[in-house]
């Protein structure tokens, strides 16, 4: 039977496990990407650490995450209720709300630098001219880490929204019929019935949602590559300005190491959460 996985076991080990044993080896090492590579031991983390424009990658890739397990989660699981209370909308409105998910993602990047943010020819604009004095959050360090979620949080809760429908959608109809019969509300058929009935999704979605926080990359360098003065920077385009700007692949390489630690971590939670819940089941 083993030979019926061989392929797939064998495509794992070129693009993921060979790549992954590379990465972490080319951060030891002080390489350009073209010359020969020359032993550093920990120079790399150590050079890293001490380098102030990491930290402030690292503190904007925790931020994403916060945002990205509050804002979009929410949003989500509200919208995903109730259209599992409305049958008759729910073909259109998730068809409207999943749509931006399959826009490419530089098109949504252009749209919203464009037609959003833009100070000369973006709703910002229009502001501006009728009354109200809005500077591009793009151009603000303060700022420009918040405006690129925003657009990431347009891109990605409709997708939530839909997995979450279907995970609802999986309750039994009898538990839901039984909450209402008892008088509750939205809000408490929310609470006690839906949240509960799709936890496993739930909690799986956040792990992912973990995951991807740390490794952004296309809506932040196609908004603002990282900037400006390193505002919006994260551990993604740290990792890719060294390797591909500054020719140093050790110092990206470290960053990838330092990224994939975090993915580890959520993926280590998450399997301890289904052991825990399949202990608690028998």
């Given at each position: 039977m083993w030979l019926f996985a061989l392929p797939a076991l064998l495509i794992n080990i070129c693009i993921i496990l060979v790549p992954a044993v590379l990465t972490f080896t080319a951060a030891f090492f002080i390489w350009d990407g073209v010359g020969t590579p020359v032993w550093a031991g920990l120079a790399n983390f150590q050079n890293m650490v001490a380098d102030p424009v990491f930290w402030s990658a690292l503190t904007n890739n925790f931020i994403w995450t916060a945002i990205f397990l509050t804002v979009p989660v929410c949003l989500a699981l509200v919208m995903a209720a109730a259209l599992l209370m409305a049958p008759?909308?729910?073909i259109v409105v998730q068809s409207?709300?999943?749509?931006?998910?399959?826009?490419?993602?530089?098109v949504t990047g252009r749209i919203f630098q464009g037609m959003i943010f833009s100070?000369?020819?973006?709703?910002?604009a229009w502001l501006n001219e009728h009354g109200f004095s809005i500077s591009d959050p793009l151009a603000d360090p303060d700022r420009s880490l918040y405006?690129?979620?925003?657009?990431?949080?347009?891109?990605?809760?409709?997708?939530?929204?839909?997995?979450?429908?279907?995970?609802?959608?999986?309750?039994?109809v009898d538990q839901i019929e039984a909450a209402r019969l008892d008088?509750?509300?939205?809000?408490?058929?929310?609470?006690?019935?839906?949240?509960?009935?799709?936890?496993?999704?739930?909690?799986?979605?956040?792990?992912?949602?973990?995951?991807?926080?740390?490794?952004?990359?296309?809506?932040?360098?196609i908004v603002t590559?990282?900037?400006?003065?390193?505002?919006s920077e994260v551990l993604a385009t740290f990792a890719y300005r060294h390797a591909f700007f500054e020719g140093?692949?050790?110092?990206?390489?470290?960053?990838?190491?330092v990224m994939s630690l975090f993915g580890l971590c959520a993926t280590a939670v998450y399997l301890w959460l289904q052991i825990t819940d399949d202990a608690q089941s028998t």
């Open positions: 008759k909308a729910r409207i709300i999943f749509l931006p998910r399959i826009i490419a993602v530089a100070p000369a020819t973006g709703i910002v405006a690129v979620a925003a657009v990431d949080i347009w891109h990605w809760w409709g997708f939530l929204a839909v997995v979450f429908l279907s995970a609802m959608r999986q309750i039994s008088g509750a509300g939205f809000f408490a058929l929310f609470r006690y019935v839906l949240i509960p009935g799709i936890r496993p999704t739930l909690t799986l979605m956040l792990i992912l949602t973990v995951i991807w926080s740390f490794q952004v990359f296309e809506f932040i360098f590559r990282g900037g400006p003065a390193y505002g140093d692949v050790g110092q990206a390489a470290a960053a990838a190491c």
